[in-house]
Every structure is written in structure tokens, then in C-alpha cells.
């Protein structure tokens, strides 16, 4: 599944912007309404909508409680998300894209890529495996989440299965949120210590401000919240391709991008 996946991505490689996510048309909703919500792509919290597209997906669903569905569109329909719900309560939709590749024009957009998503030494890294600077070149995976609201909006984020994911250890819409809400950052089943979580919150109608949070031992951060805005995270992983991908695609770096969308009612 992953090399068929590849394959396409290459192929159908599309636009490149650093946070790919899903945005709600209404957080909250009854539960006669419609899950519906935005793919957009583009940079702190404001971007393009993208049609869905099935060769760029490999997987999309939607959970709640203990009921769970595929999500499946029209080729070219937008907005990406025509979902009905799957009752009342909180729901969650998870979407994995394919990989796609990016070459960077030079390394200086590349260094400003991998300081702001707090990734390390990579200019060691990149000397140490004896690679140029002249043509920097990436694959990208993006897991993206959002949590939308039905009726009640009772229930709890969870892990989907999704190789990178960020998780809300409390409910948006419904718990109370004074301290702030925890979440936890996994990569391969296993939580993500002292990573960055990039935050960006978003008043009706306004610009998004980002901030920073960074997980503890046990992957977990707490985000600084307020009432009637809406909030984007994003972490990212930065390794090194496995021989298969890096023969398929002659990449010499892999990032793997988790996100969540949320609102947190007035």
C-alpha cells in the first residue's frame, strides 16, 4: 500500500505549504446536520482549500464512541468533508495523505523550515551524511485531525492508528479548560518527549497567533486556551528515509507532519 501510495504522490505531487489541516465549517453542530469541513493547506492557519482527492488519501474516517466509518467523496468535491454523523457525542476524523516529495530552492529556506519546527542540528546532520546543500530534497506524510462537536459533543479524542498523532486528553467542548488543555504527542505507539507542538489560535474572523508548547516525559503538553476561538497544532518528526523510500524517491530526508483542529465554545 505505501510503495502503490508513493507512486501516485510523485506523480500528482500537490502545491507545497507547511501545514496541510482540516477546518471545521461549524465546529459544532446538531445531530441532524452534516459533518463538513475544509482541506486546506498553506501556512500559520490560513491556506487554500483542496478538492478531495483519492489518490492523495490513504486513509480517512471518522469516530465516535464506538462506531466508526470510512469516509468516501466524489472525485473533485469540495469541501473535503460530507459527512453524516455517527450519532451524538464527540467526533473524530483522521486523514493520512500519501507521501509526496518537495526540492527546496536552496538551503536557506530549508534551514528556516527545520528552526522554526524545532527539528535539531539537521546542518550537522545533513554534513555528517555527507549530503550537498545545493539541492535539498524531502518526502512529507501528513496526519491530520479534527474534533468536531455533535449535539451533546460528550465523548474523547483517541489514537486512530495513524503513525504520528497528536491526542486531546480532554474534551474542547465540553470539560472545563482553566488550566489549560493536555495533550499528547505519539510517534510509533510511543509518546514524544521535549518535542515542540506548535499552537495557533484563531478569533472569529481574525489572524491566527502562533505560539509554542513543548511535551514533558510522558509526551504531554498543555495548551493555554481561551473561550469562542479556534486552535491548529502541529508537530513534526524529521528522519532519515528508509532504503526503500529513499531508492523510490532518492529523497534525502523524511518528515512526518501530525494535526489537530479544535474550538473551544464561548
Known amino acids: 500500500m505505501r510503495v502503490f501510495a508513493l507512486c501516485l504522490a510523485l506523480l500528482v505531487c500537490p502545491a507545497f505549504g507547511h501545514e496541510f489541516w482540516l477546518e471545521p465549517i461549524e465546529y459544532q ?32 474516517s471518522v469516530h465516535a464512541g464506538e ?121 510509533k505507539d510511543v509518546p514524544r518527549a521535549d518535542a515542540q507542538i506548535e499552537v495557533f489560535r484563531k478569533a472569529p474572523g481574525g489572524e491566527a497567533v502562533r505560539t509554542t508548547v513543548r511535551t514533558d516525559r510522558s509526551g504531554v503538553a498543555v495548551v493555554p486556551v481561551r473561550p469562542g476561538h479556534a486552535y491548529m497544532l502541529n508537530a513534526v518528526i524529521l528522519r532519515e528515509p528508509s532504503v526503500a523510500l529513499a531508492e523510490q524517491t532518492h529523497v534525502q530526508w523524511e518528515t512526518l507532519w501530525a494535526n489537530l483542529t479544535f474550538e473551544v465554545p464561548k
Open 29 to 60: 453542530i446538531q445531530p441532524g446536520g452534516k459533518l463538513r469541513a475544509e482541506l486546506i493547506i498553506g501556512d500559520d492557519f490560513a491556506g487554500a482549500r483542496m478538492p478531495y482527492l483519492p489518490q492523495r488519501i490513504v486513509s480517512y
Open 67 to 187: 462506531k466508526s466509518a470510512r469516509i468516501s467523496l466524489r472525485i473533485g468535491d469540495t469541501p473535503g468533508l460530507q459527512q453524516a454523523p455517527l450519532g451524538d457525542g464527540l467526533h473524530v476524523v483522521a486523514y493520512q495523505s500519501v507521501v509526496a516529495v518537495i526540492e527546496y530552492p536552496n538551503w536557506e529556506k530549508f534551514e528556516a523550515f527545520f528552526v522554526q519546527k524545532d527539528l535539531g542540528d539537521v546542518g550537522r546532520r545533513q554534513a555528517a551524511r555527507s549530503l550537498p546543500k545545493n539541492a535539498v530534497t524531502e518526502a512529507y506524510t501528513r496526519f491530520s485531525k479534527t474534533l468536531i462537536a455533535v449535539g451533546s459533543g460528550v465523548g474523547a479524542d483517541r489514537r486512530t492508528g495513524m503513525e504520528t498523532e497528536l491526542i486531546a486528553l480532554q474534551n474542547p467542548y465540553v470539560d472545563k479548560l482553566t488550566q489549560g488543555l493536555r495533550v499528547q504527542f505519539f510517534y
